[in-house]
């Protein structure tokens, strides 16, 4: 699985978009790009997943670079809900095991 | 739908002491995971199993053991807990792989081990 490298901590303001970057310059072809976040010690929970397209859903949007090797995570009007720990995550489609970095700490400010 | 489920929530347990951690899932999954979280660190991957009756081992195995007891339940043991055992453990489970489809892991609230 490719290394992802992520910055260990942002702050946001209520309301504002929130913009998390992950690197993943080593990512080959048939990897796809998973964004988990960890509210406060709960399980990890699932947001958003894409191979080179971007992606939306009802939590966020997904941006994924031309050559792949960078993405950034969306959440589009930030709450204070939204405060967690954000993982990037690349691995095969459908791939059973989910290799967790530490993540980026976001904080939302109210 | 409870999702996946873990017993117990919270554990204190001596040095040599053993016990078992309990995951049930109701979403009909067919693969289930372990993993432990250390304190500001990711999740590391200890067993999985991608399906009832196999398990293989993932990241982090040495000084436990599970049990995939039917396609609902998946155990792990700690035969003889140390320390460094001490931790926070997050039971998953997901669908099998399927064509042009992903494979979202949902996970439990977790058991906040302690070794003394």
């Known amino acids: 699985d490719a290394k992802t490298t992520q910055p260990p901590s942002m702050d946001c303001a209520e309301g504002r978009a929130a913009n998390l970057p992950c690197n993943h310059s080593?990512?080959?072809?048939?990897?796809?790009v998973y964004w988990y976040r960890q509210i406060h010690s709960q399980g990890p929970q699932y947001i958003i997943h894409?191979?080179?397209n971007n992606e939306t859903n009802e939590m966020a949007s997904l941006i994924i670079t031309e050559d792949r090797k960078s993405s950034t995570l969306i959440l589009p009007h930030a709450t204070l809900r939204d405060t967690a720990v954000y993982y990037c995550?690349?691995?095969?489609?459908?791939?059973?095991?989910?290799?967790f970095g530490q993540g980026t700490r976001l904080t939302i400010n109210p | 739908n409870a999702g996946v489920t873990q017993t117990p929530k919270f554990q204190v347990l001596k040095t040599g002491q053993s016990m078992t951690l309990q995951c049930a899932q109701d979403?009909?999954?067919?693969?289930m995971y372990w993993y432990r979280q250390d304190p500001g660190m990711g999740l590391r991957l200890i067993y999985y199993?991608?399906?009832?009756?196999?398990?293989d081992k993932g990241e982090v195995p040495n000084g436990y053991n599970v049990s995939r007891l039917n396609k609902r339940e998946f155990s792990l043991r700690l035969e003889s807990a140390a320390p460094s055992q001490t931790s926070v453990y997050f039971c998953?489970?997901?669908?099998?792989?399927?064509?042009?489809?992903?494979?979202?892991?949902?996970f439990g609230p977790g058991t906040r081990l302690t070794v003394l």
């Open positions: 998953a489970s997901s669908r099998d792989k399927v064509p042009h489809s992903y494979n979202e892991q949902f």
């Open positions: 080593t990512i080959s072809g048939n990897e796809y």
């Open positions: 894409g191979l080179k």
């Open positions: 995550i690349v691995t095969l489609e459908g791939a059973q095991k989910l290799v």
């Open positions: 979403m009909n999954h067919n693969s």
């Open positions: 199993s991608a399906s009832e009756g196999t398990t």
